[in-house]
């Protein structure tokens, strides 16, 4: 509380030293702490004390001779409640009273609390055992270790308090392996899994510990902390994954686990998948006897499977034993898919061509159109899902043309009428004639404020270009590609974008573990050019197992697919591929996200200078903003800014964040840095909405510095 305490020093045995010592004292709170709170704390008689006698008896004072009568007495005058405590046990909870209230002080005296509270003190005590001590008094380390004893159903003896401490964790560690946690146990476990600031503490005790081989792995606590045991639960499931009644029993006791709110931070993601793959239903397909009806099926629910099985290629494709009976499950309720879709296939239809031309020639200004390469319908679903707690989701399905690989597909949506064009700076070209509007076209990778557009086309090859290249070995990349995905719109809608599009040429299929009896044998008669997922040829073949395209390409007439996704005996490496007619590569998202209007409008923030920013002379530059506007609601009276400058496409310069009120200016001072044109963009820092710009320019002519 601030007070400047004076110690006296109960060494000192001669009178002439105690007088000289407390005329010093007294000289010193009179001088250098005249304008201070000081306590005098003095360890001597009263008879034997000088010059701060009277301080001590005139300004305040409290004897502590006999300290238990002090306390006891003061305790009966604010209380009423009579004191049968000993001195001893007095005098302790006087020292456990610092920071405590009256309220405490009752529940003690009528022994409705305990004087050391277990529940609060053993986690500060299990992370830092002999920290824990360092400032404790020995009485209240001894009573304290009296609790540890009694919970460990032990006699007290004296311990290292970390060898206590690893006892007392051990003890907690074998209950939640044999599922019989003490409930004041289990209470002050859970407190510890929701805590951060003690988390570290319990993951040294988790990687120190070893779980006794002989432990039953099915007798566990739901909500323990060992990897080993999920581990070995989930090997033992897999390895017996066709005995459906044996998983769906094992099953039910993970899902205790997965439903604990204390738990989450130990429980391995691919649970949950394992769940969705074993529990997924086919029966709905039953009913489905359109293509219509089956592209519904699959974009409900089918697509949760395909996500599935992704993820659990990410954690386990190395381990055959673990991954290769997951893959023949879910390679069975894909069989069941690909049954219906392709007994379906003579009603497909591809409503990819001329896409973007149409969607851009109607468009009013401000819409930006992300144009992914493989971005498959799961992936789709997840962006959207993590978007519409924020944002506004429109989802419609697109059919992806046959062959679906790049090239083909790419020249349908950004050109269409059958014709192909290599090259994307073609495409691109292309669809600004067709369209008649200025688009600019950016790699997604390069967008930020500074990106000004009324018609906006991102590229995001990154997936497609990923799978190519390692295959496989892509898998743990989708997850930062979805947050990309995300990240980028959300931006795009904080920069005023009315709207959102996510398109994509084709999705993709994984064939996770393949043997080479796996692959099918490209049998055609005459001249043929083989690919992963398709051929094409020159004649008409007889292929019962294959579906028929006429397409023509490169002089060949015909484009091919087998009745499965199972791939083409081909060169290059087998793993992710595209270019089929599975529901994986055809089935693809049209998403389109706008911003759900806010109740909340917020104080207009503006750039009040613009016209003198067209053309500045020199080097430097100021821009000034105004918050102006009637506002009635008391939340948009003021804002939190930040200006922010780009040149090329790259932020060069930032201003602090401020706040601005309404009816008032700022201004901010910047530099060109070499560089002829910059743009200013105005963003609220909170929500990092885009709220104004303007392109600043370098004045060409001289600065005659005021002699004309």
Known sequence: KNYIVLRTDRNLSEEWQRFKEELFLRYEAETEHKDEDVIFYVVRDKDKMSFIFDY???????????????????????????????????LTAAKLSIGKDLAWWKKILQNLEDLVSIDEELIPFLSDPNGYFKDKDADVKRLFEEKLFELLGQPYSKKPPKTLAKEVVNLLFDELLNYDVNPQLLSIYRKWLDSNIYADALQNYIDNCKVDAAANIWNVHPDHCFAEIDRKQFEEIVSNFRNHSFVEEKLQKIKPRLQSRWAKRFVPGWWYDVITLFEFDTKPLVSCNSLDKVIEFYTSSFHQVDRAIRKLYVHFINDENIIRPLQEHYESLNSELLNHWFELASDYKSNQQRFLVELIKNASPRIAVIVGDGIRYEIAEFVAEQ???????????????????????MSALYVGKGETIKLQKEREKKLSELTGKKITFLNIEKLNYGTEADYLVLTYKDIDSAGEKLQLGALKLFEEFENVLIEKIQLLIKMGYKEVHLITDHGFVLTGLLDEADKIEPNAVGKKEVHERFIRTVEKQNKPDWLMFEEKYNGYNYVYVAKNYRPFKSVGVYGFSHGGFTPQEIIIPN????????AVQGLKVEIANKEELREVTGENFG?????????????????????????????????????????????????????????????????????????IKKSTARDLDGLL
């Open 387 to 409: 978007l519409s707690k924020t944002l506004r989701v429109n989802k419609s399905v697109m059919l992806a043309d046959v062959p679906s690989e790049t090239e083909h597909n």
């Open 56 to 90: 001590c008896f005139t300004h305040g004072c409290i004897d502590l001779t006999h300290p238990a009568e002090w306390i006891r007495e003061k305790l009966f005058t604010s209380t009423g409640l009579q004191i049968v405590m000993d001195n001893q046990s007095l």
């Open 591 to 598: 998403f389109v996200f706008e911003k759900e209007r806010s």
């Open 623 to 695: 821009i000034k903003i105004k918050a102006a506007g009637d506002v009635d609601d008391l939340f948009s009276a003021e804002r939190e800014i930040q200006l922010m400058l780009y040149a090329n496409n790259i932020n060069y310069s930032s201003s602090n964040i401020i706040r601005i009120e309404l009816g008032k200016s700022e201004s901010f001072e910047f530099s060109f840095s070499r560089n002829n044109k910059v743009k200013a963009v105005l963003i609220d820092a909170r929500t990092k909405e885009q709220l104004d710009s303007v392109d």
